[in-house]
């Protein structure tokens, strides 16, 4: 059962791996263009854009798409019915706002363009759709129709952003242009391979509606908490220090997104795994093996990545964007903290304790958008990373203790996990300064020592695979 559990993780893992990181690649060889040939200042805005759409679709949507992956998983009730709930979800939802921006518009309360308007309704709709397509395809076990249409997104993306940024020359507008082509596919390649069409007219029962929105509705606190952790201290930079400040910490966030990519391939398994196989005695150990491991692997990973830190930002970052490598290492720190978090919030969900999911965000995300606001006013925008760090800890720190005391009987090393942290930390200030990379070896060298074991266990697995 173990070993049957084990490779149906590893295989979901190895299938999202191929479409994450197809799809990075391709990023990371545009980033370049894209500093090259947009200002701080279009960037920032667009980021902004990107940001607030965000915080709409689980605000509009009442975060639908987890009930979506929760009651697919489940025998309770038919796929038609839970995806037309969600479809139905959508559309109200971006009704609201389809009013709220026509009206906001032509009363001139908007601080921007009728084009960025445009794009806001328009990412709104495509992002909530592959949100619901997505899990619902994922609740299917549709893998591989999920890695197709994350590898079509963003070719179509980047072949688009060239053709109208180098050969057409229409600048941020052809920047938006291509995000809007490159969903606009994944939307309709997931309607097709979903067979969504067949679940139009079908009679949805009252009392399905009420309980997904049972479930999903308390993940609306906890969503706009992750926003303020995730994204806020972009707004604080921007109303403190200017949209240029802000393009430039905008664009910091591509080298901890090396790391955020290897915990999504990760977390997009585990989401479908941690319901399939929830225990809240966890038994076997399974969960409880599963986090250590993927404790240790992000750990190093993210130490090696800072380690890289301004030999990749020399090759990613064009002109004035160079000087975003300072803001990469405690935000790193950030995004691994954030990766734990995730992680844990599946065995929530899993257990259906959605309000215990909210309540330990907010507290983190209120203690970051506090600290974000003070220490950006101090000393800029190294404190809105210092802030997103902080708040990061603080959501980590409280859900791991709620989840093993309520939710899962796992088996947290503390020791290890915050010596590791501390370790962590010490890096990041040394990876802030100039020619400090050197240094950085022998913390990396205490790092991998910590969490030996688990790279052990790694790369046994590792192996057998190759073996065979």
């Known amino acids: 059962m173990a070993k049957k559990r084990n490779k149906e993780l590893a295989v979901n893992a190895g299938l999202f791996a191929i479409s994450s990181f197809g799809s990075k690649i391709i990023s990371f060889l545009l980033l370049p263009l894209y500093t090259a040939v947009l200002s701080t200042g279009d960037y920032g805005t667009v980021d902004l854009m990107n940001s607030t759409v965000s915080l709409l679709v689980p605000l509009l949507t009442l975060n639908i798409q987890d009930a979506v992956l929760r009651f697919g998983l489940g025998k309770d009730a038919r796929p038609e019915e839970i ?203 399974f969960l409880g093996k599963t986090y250590e491991l993927y404790s240790g692997a992000i750990a190093i990973a993210c130490s090696i990545i800072m380690l890289l830190d301004i030999p990749l930002a020399k090759i990613l970052y064009s002109n004035d964007f160079f000087d975003a490598w300072r803001y990469v290492p405690l935000l790193l720190v950030g995004v691994m903290l954030n990766g734990l978090s995730l992680f844990e919030g599946c065995l929530f969900t899993a257990a259906c304790k959605t309000k215990a999911v909210s309540w330990t965000t907010v507290v983190g995300a209120a203690v970051g958008i506090a600290t974000c606001i003070g220490l950006t006013l101090l000393i800029g925008p190294v404190g809105a990373a210092i802030a997103t760090l902080v708040g990061y800890l603080v959501t980590w720190s409280t859900r791991t203790v709620v989840m093993t005391r309520n939710i899962a009987r796992i088996k947290v090393s503390w020791r290890t996990e915050i010596a590791t942290l501390l370790f962590l930390i010490v890096q990041a200030l040394l990876a802030m300064q100039w020619g400090m990379q050197l240094i950085q070896v022998p913390v990396l060298a205490m790092v991998v020592f910590l969490r030996r074991l688990q790279l052990k266990s790694i790369w046994s697995f590792v192996r057998k695979k190759i073996a065979r």
């Not at 026509?102 to 084009?115: E, M």
């Open 83 to 285: 995806v037309s709930v969600g479809l139905r979800m959508v559309a109200a939802g971006g009704a609201v706002l389809l009013v709220g921006v026509a009206a906001l518009f032509f009363l001139g309360l908007l601080p921007v363009s009728g084009i960025y308007c445009v794009f806001l309704l328009g990412m709104f709709y495509l992002s909530a759709l592959s949100n619901v397509l997505t899990m619902y395809l994922k609740s299917q076990d549709h893998v591989r129709s999920l890695v197709v249409s994350g590898l079509g997104n963003t070719f179509i993306m980047s072949a688009s952003a060239v053709l109208l940024l180098v050969v057409f020359k229409i600048g941020v507008l052809g920047y938006m242009f291509s995000m809007i082509l490159g969903y606009l596919f994944s939307v309709l390649y997931l309607f097709w391979a979903g067979k969504v069409w067949q679940c139009f007219g079908v009679e949805v029962r009252s009392g399905l509606v009420r309980s997904m929105i049972a479930l999903s509705a308390p993940l609306v606190a906890n969503s706009i908490a992750w926003w303020i952790n995730d994204v806020s201290d972009r707004y604080v930079v921007t109303l403190i220090c200017g949209a240029a400040a802000n393009g430039l910490y905008a664009v910091a966030y591509k080298i901890p997104s090396i790391l955020s990519t290897l915990q999504s391939i990760f977390y997009s398994a585990w989401a479908i795994s941690a319901v399939k196989e929830f225990d809240s005695q966890d038994s076997d150990g």
